[in-house]
């Protein structure tokens, strides 16, 4: 097991990338985007989604991931959940028994350089800004259906990572968004959705 393994907190490739994906499967393998021993690169696309029982990154010392079978992520040993309130309902987004393995991961990246150059030193060089992973659900929850979106920005620079929420349903709500870490409530968030549409909420981790 990497995922949980504090022996593993820094990427195999830090001199040029700082965080690596780890996919984590029921029959207790793993698929790294580099290989500890060999730092040969696996596809992203080869991760196999049925198996999937942990998704997350490692670098900078630590580790993020989310269990696919609730969707709670663990940062650095704080578990994050959601849920939504409206009307005296809770609606838990996470900590049900679904498979949360419509998994996202992306690299956000810029280029610079001298487009109009025929010189080497003039062709672009691109550097990977921040990193995301997460997933996306669909469920339905005491007559309401709902779509859920929850993504992790870590940001290469000293910006604060924060956690983006979007989330849409097929009725009208007036609610709030309930974020709870290590089971105690963290914040709560006004969050009125109209029917079809989606809100996107953002939420920074200190």
Known sequence: MILGNQHYRYSPV??????????EYADGSHLPEYNFDN????DYYSIDRNQLIRFGLIGMGSQIYF???????????????????????EYPLTGRTYL??????????????KLLSKTASGRIKGHIIAHLIGYKKKMELDEVNINFQNILYIPQNEQPSYLE???????DLDGELVIRVNGFVANRIHAPLLKNRSGIYNWELL
């Not at 992520?73 to 309902?89: D, E, W």
């Not at 996202?104 to 810029?110: E, L, R």
Request: aromatic content about 8%; hydrophobic content about 45%.
């Open 39 to 42: 730092r040969i690169k696996n």
């Open 100 to 113: 949360y393995n419509d998994i996202i991961q992306q690299k956000v990246a810029i280029g610079d350089g």
């Open 165 to 171: 929420v979007k989330i849409s349903a097929d009725k």
């Open 14 to 23: 830090k001199e040029a990338q700082d965080w690596v994906w780890i996919a």
């Open 67 to 89: 269990d696919v079978a609730n969707g709670i992520f663990n940062i650095n040993k704080n578990r994050i959940q959601m849920s939504y309130i409206a009307n005296g309902i």
